[in-house]
């Protein structure tokens, strides 16, 4: 009897299989959201056809900043400091401005030690999809509150919370930021489809994702627990990622749709759901987060859209040949160039 062979994987445009772009064995509790944000980045990563040696991860220091050992494990990765990873994602895009940067947070590593470099790398539209895994606990230490933990929560370890959240989306939308987003990790559609968009942006990406911490904040009253988000999630619009790569197509009725082109020729599908909602109105995203604030309510989708901001490599007009592949003798002055420099400050 013959043996029958087992059938082939499927590969993707540059031939790669999805098994491809997976990473190392998880060692994050069982049930954690950020292992479904891994596996929605393994996803897109395959279904954009990335090469895996074009992007490099980018994370600081928590649960959430373990994740990237977890996908593409062909790509180039960095693991820093606590809050410091904007920096490092500053420095890797200037050098060399044709890398995919992936950068990976918490809502502490962002919100409390790291926010101010936040604030700085949404200031100067860093190219980077930041994705913040956001539970309300330090889960590293043992579930202590976090700057997005909600007021008035208990918890059994950690006390009473008596300060206001943090909203890091609102943050963003406040500094400029042209890509604001927030999802459920329970909600893997979704979450595809921002990250497809978020890589087409030319800038930073902003990707608040409420990811649920099964050891220290999955209780029935906490917005950061799943239950919380099934019940309560708010769609503000059906969105739907097309690549520059597919056939264009529109197929709506008059004022219930709109088509949003990004930079690299990639296409945005909205459909607006009762609520008429535009994302590209920085006054309405900020309405839409306060009035979401008052009323405890979980609104997900794409808050905040602006594809006219230059990224920073634009604004500190990079060539477009990346630093580090220029020539010695374009990125070394001469002697005589230095020495009329010097003689000028005389």
């Excluded at 008035?152 to 989306?169: F, M, S, V």
């Excluded at 400029?176 to 595809?192: I, K, L, T, Y």
């Excluded at 500190?316 to 010695?328: G, I």
Aim: with cysteine; glycine share 8%; proline share 5%.
């Amino acid at each position: 009897m013959a043996i029958q062979e087992p059938p082939a994987q499927s590969t993707n445009l540059i031939g790669l299989t999805r098994a491809d772009y997976k990473g190392r064995p998880s060692t994050l509790c069982k049930g954690c959201g950020h292992d479904s944000i891994s596996a929605r980045i393994i996803s897109i990563a395959y279904d954009l056809s990335l090469k895996p040696s074009n992007v490099i991860k980018l994370s600081g220091i928590g649960c959430s900043s373990k994740t990237p050992a977890y996908f593409l494990n062909q790509s180039h990765g960095f693991n820093g400091l606590h809050g410091r990873m904007p920096s490092m994602a500053t420095g890797a895009t200037l050098a060399n401005r044709d890398l995919l940067a992936i950068g990976v947070s918490g809502d502490g590593d962002t919100g409390s030690i790291g926010l101010g470099q936040f604030m700085h790398m949404v200031r100067r539209n860093v190219p980077v999809v930041y994705i913040i895994e956001n539970n309300g606990v330090y889960g590293l230490t043992k579930g202590q509150f976090s700057a997005t933990a909600d007021e008035g929560q208990q918890l059994k370890y950690a006390g009473l919370n008596e300060l206001p959240p943090i909203d890091l989306c609102h943050e963003a939308v406040i500094n400029g930021c042209g890509f604001v987003a927030r999802s459920f990790a329970g909600d893997p559609r979704q979450v595809e489809a921002l990250l497809k968009a978020a890589i087409s942006h030319r800038g930073t990406a902003v990707l608040d994702i409420i990811s649920p911490c099964v050891s220290f904040n999955d209780n029935e009253d906490s917005t950061k627990s799943y239950s919380w988000g099934k019940q309560h999630e708010e769609v503000i619009s059906d969105f739907t990622f097309i690549p520059f790569r597919e056939e264009i197509t529109v197929d709506y009725e008059e004022g219930t749709s709109t088509i949003v082109e990004m930079h690299d020729g990639s296409h945005i599908k909205l459909k607006k759901l009762d609520n008429n909602y535009d994302p590209t109105d920085k006054y309405a995203a900020m309405r839409l987060l306060e009035t979401a604030h008052e009323k405890q309510e979980f609104i997900t989708g794409l808050i905040y859209l602006n594809e006219g901001r230059p990224s920073l490599p634009e604004l500190e007009k990079l060539p477009e040949t990346p630093l580090v592949r220029l020539p010695e003798e374009k990125i070394r002055p001469s002697r005589e160039a230095l020495d009329a420099l010097m003689r000028s400050m005389m």
